[in-house]
Nanobody, 111 residues
Framework: VQVVESGGGLVQPGGSLRLSCEAF?????????IDWYRQAPGKRREFVSM???????DYSDSVKGRFTQSRDNAKKTVYLQMNRLKPEDTGVYYC?????WGRGTQVTVSS
């Protein structure tokens, strides 16, 4: 199984980005919990959001109300819609698909 994140980039504060996380390989994607984490320079990796197989979603307090995670099981893809971005959202965003991690995508929020 391989996981690939995409959609990162440079955006001004207050802007939006949509990250994608696609899984490749033979997995029962719909049964898996999908998490997003991020890691800022010099800091530990931190939890961002979770989407369970049953549809439950959870977010860290720092992104609640601004980020929304969705999933398309047919495409084996999850999305992270990030709105009202702040400089402190800067970091490498990683997707965890049932224990398989991608290599991350860089998000930079700066004016």
């Amino acid at each position: 199984v391989q996981v690939v994140e995409s959609g990162g980039g440079l955006v001004q504060p207050g802007g939006s980005l949509r990250l994608s996380c696609e899984a490749f390989g033979s997995i029962l994607f719909s049964s898996l919990v999908i998490d997003w984490y991020r890691q800022a320079p010099g800091k530990r990796r931190e939890f961002v959001s979770m989407y369970s197989s049953g549809g439950a979603r959870d977010y860290s307090d720092s992104v609640k109300g601004r980020f929304t995670q969705s999933r398309d099981n047919a495409k084996k893809t999850v999305y992270l819609q990030m709105n009202r971005l702040k400089p402190e959202d800067t970091g490498v965003y990683y997707c965890d698909v049932g224990g398989t991690w991608g290599r991350g995508t860089q998000v930079t929020v700066s004016s």
